[in-house]
Structure formats: C-alpha cells, structure tokens
C-alpha cells in the first residue's frame, strides 16, 4: 500500500491532467469527440500534431488507468468481501456517472448551446424529455463498473476463495509473451472494429478501443497476485522502448501517406480491413505498451517520496476527472474571443483548465458527504 500512497497514486494523477489536454487538444483542431469543438478537425499543421497527441494518448492512457484499476482490484475485493466491494464500486463509480449523466453532462451541453446562441434552459428540458443520459468521460467509471462486476462472478464461480487469496510473486514475463500480449491485442481490436468502429458509442461506449482496456485490466490483477510492478526493471521494458521508438513515427507517416492516397480525412482507420485500420489497430499495443513501462519505472524510481503538494493533487485527481468537462468548456468558451495560433490556445486552456479543476475540485473533497464518494 505504501507503493499506492507514492508513486502509483501520483501516476493518475499526472494520467488525470492528460486527460484534460487531451480534451482541450479535441477543443483546437485534434480528432475525437468532445463537448466543444472551436477549431475542426483538418489537414493544417497544427490539427495534425493535436490529432497525434491525441492518437498517442488514446493508445495507452485509458488503458493504463484500466491496468492501475485491476492491480487494486483483488485486495480491495479481499479486504472487503463480495458485499461491502460491489456496495462500493457502486457507491464510488455508479453514483458520480449518474450524477453526471443526469446533471454535469446536461450542463456542458447547455453551456456550449448557450454560447452559440440556442439557449441554455431549452437544451436542459430537451435532454431530459428525451431521457438522454450522457455519459461524457464518465464512461470509464460505467466500464470498470462493468469490468469489477466481471471480476466478482469470475472469482466467484472460478477463482480461489477469498480466504485463500495470496500474492504468489514470479517473474516479469519475458519479452515474447510481451509481443504475443500487443499481437493478440490489435488482432482482437481490428476483430472487434468490423462491427463496432473507432468513434461509434454502444451504451455511452466506444468498444472499438476495449481490446486493450480488457487486457491491461486483466494485467493489472495478474500483476497484484505475481507483484510485477515492484519487480519491473529496464531491462524488461529495454525491448519495447525500441519498438516504441520504431513503431510511433509508423502512424505519422501512414497519415501522410493516406493524405496523398486519398486525400485530408479519407481514410478509414476507424474499422473495416483497410491497411490504415490495420496500421492503427498493430500501432496501439505496439507503442502503449513501451509508454506504460516507461511510466512506471520513471515514478517509481523518481517520484517515490512523501510531498504534501503531491499528496493534496492526488487527493483531488478523481474529482477533477468528474468535472473537468465543465471547467474546460468553460474556459474554452471563456476564451472564444481570444485570436491566437492552435497550439497556443491548447497551452493556455490546458493550463488555466488544469488549474481550474483542482481549484474547484479542493472544496468538493472537504464535503463530508462528497468525499465519501470521492
């Protein structure tokens, strides 16, 4: 638990602010859904370096939540027993996206229609007659809800008994159980995408990327009952730093290729069996797994010490995941007006929103009733 209270905790924190970036970059020009978008999409320089900032995040850093979720999973259940865990999760997870599909979703919608001149109150009162429940960023609570309700009926009908829950610690797999993990990964997303491409929701969820959140949470309970983290050096992650350093520019030039081919937003790497869907679906595995290692041998070498200012931004973290869609549009909407080049206006609402967020997120967490929660 020590681990958890250093540099585990301090990794979803940093992972929370990208998050934040993430969706500011969307706000400016980079690919993806979001609430807001000032600056669409195109083949402008600025929009291509957004959208790989963005495709680099979405190959691993909701999965690396996923992976830090399942490494808790297994003492919290055995701490707790089967009761007491799924009150919890449902406590912990189901109460804030239900609040924030019944209210802060609405809210960012109405805010964004507001600015536009369609009204605020119309959209709120149009959303709930048409029972619309947006899930917003919340889906990853939804899914790791659905993923921990897994894990108990897995345990329960095949698992060890609780009781008998023990780490058994072996050794860090070797590097080709590595490459069969990224090669059976991007075979089961390009699966999974001929039915249900990049982009399209099911239930509030885009199952074209669950390829590998499935297995990067199955990986973090597996690296609890083995202690893999603890016994991951450079030497395991060696391997996959130079695939990672092979792999990245792949996509890059792939894009580039498919603007010549077919020209600004043409191709389809979302689905089907194109090779730019094949690209996209080998490149994920391939470069998140080299990024995962890297994150967590950094922190646990480096930022494995007590800090106050650490231990207060941890605190937060789950909170400004849960409302950072309201800051950010906020902010964005706050700066309109604002004439300036993309990636300025990225930084500059990255950065107020990041600030924002925790701001709004410090009085949340003092809320007896609140901090219960989260």
Not at 74 to 85: E, N, V
Request: glycine share 8%; with cysteine.
């Amino acid at each position: 638990m020590a681990e958890r209270a250093l540099y585990i905790d301090r990794l979803r924190t940093v992972m929370t602010a990208l998050v934040v970036l993430h969706h500011t970059a969307i706000t400016y020009g980079g690919s993806g859904g979001w609430f807001y978008r000032e600056i669409e999409t195109s083949g402008a320089p600025s929009s291509l370096l957004l959208t790989l900032f963005c495709a680099t995040n979405q190959a691993y850093f909701m999965g690396f939540f996923f992976l830090l979720a399942g490494y808790f999973t297994p003492p919290s259940l055995q701490r707790k027993g089967y009761a007491r865990f799924i009150a919890d999760r449902f406590l912990r997870l189901g109460l804030p996206l239900l609040a924030f599909g019944l209210f802060l979703g609405p809210l960012t919608a109405a805010m964004v229609t507001a600015a536009e001149g369609r009204g605020f109150w119309p959209t709120f009162a149009w959303l709930w007659q048409h029972k619309r429940f947006i899930n917003g960023p919340l889906w990853f609570t939804q899914a790791l809800l659905i993923f921990s309700l897994a894990y108990c009926a897995w345990r329960a009908v095949l698992g060890s008994p609780l009781p008998q829950s023990e780490r058994s610690p072996r050794p860090v797999p070797a590097w080709r159980w590595w490459l069969v993990s990224a090669l059976g990964v991007a075979a089961a997303a390009l699966a999974i995408r001929q039915f249900v491409p990049t982009g399209k929701n099911v239930f509030g969820l885009q199952l074209g990327f669950f390829a590998s959140y499935i297995f990067l949470f199955a990986l973090g309970i597996a690296a609890w009952r083995y202690d893999w983290l603890r016994q991951l050096t450079w030497k395991h992650a060696r391997p996959w730093l130079i695939t990672l350093l092979v792999a990245w520019p792949l996509l890059p030039v792939g894009i580039a290729i498919s603007h010549a081919l077919y020209g600004v937003g043409k191709a389809n790497f979302s689905g089907g069996l194109s090779w730019p869907a094949i690209l996209y679906a080998s490149w994920e595995p391939f470069v998140a797994w080299g990024l995962i290692a890297i994150w967590l041998l950094v922190f646990r070498e480096h930022l494995n010490r007590p800090s106050a200012l650490w231990a207060w931004l941890n605190r937060r973290a789950y909170a400004v995941y849960i409302v950072h869609p309201v800051v950010l549009v906020g902010v964005s909407l706050l700066l309109r007006g604002w004439v300036a080049p993309a990636l300025v206006k990225w930084g500059v609402a990255g950065t107020l929103a990041c600030i924002g967020c925790w701001l709004v997120a410090d009085p949340l967490v003092r809320l007896p009733a609140v901090r219960r929660v989260i």
